[in-house]
């Protein structure tokens, strides 16, 4: 499948598709929401949520533990978060910063 082609830039190509067809559809939520439930096993689309809220959780200044406890999950499930929210440049900051813009 990948011969005389290199995997990673394959994969970042559908990446890019993917995110593509993302701002595309994104106008429409239910049409969004209904993609996300298709493309995603029930599992990953619980997931998805719960780490948002673990994100918004840890930029509030809660707890790890306090975290865990509110979610139902493990404080392993919320380092992930914790490390991405350090970087001031990340996704998580620059998205966070965008929606406290929008209030």
Known sequence: MWKGHNKATVVEKYAEE????????AVDKKLLQAFFQDILTPAE???????????????????QRKIAKDLGISIA???????????????????????????
């Open 18 to 25: 993917f995110f593509s067809i993302i701002q595309i559809i």
């Open 77 to 103: 499930t919320i380092t992930r978060g914790s490390r991405e929210l350090l970087d001031k440049e990340g996704g998580f900051q620059r998205v966070l910063q965008k929606l406290s813009k929008k209030k």
């Open 45 to 63: 689309y619980r997931e998805i949520g719960t780490r948002w809220q673990i994100v918004k959780q840890l930029a509030r200044g809660e707890s």
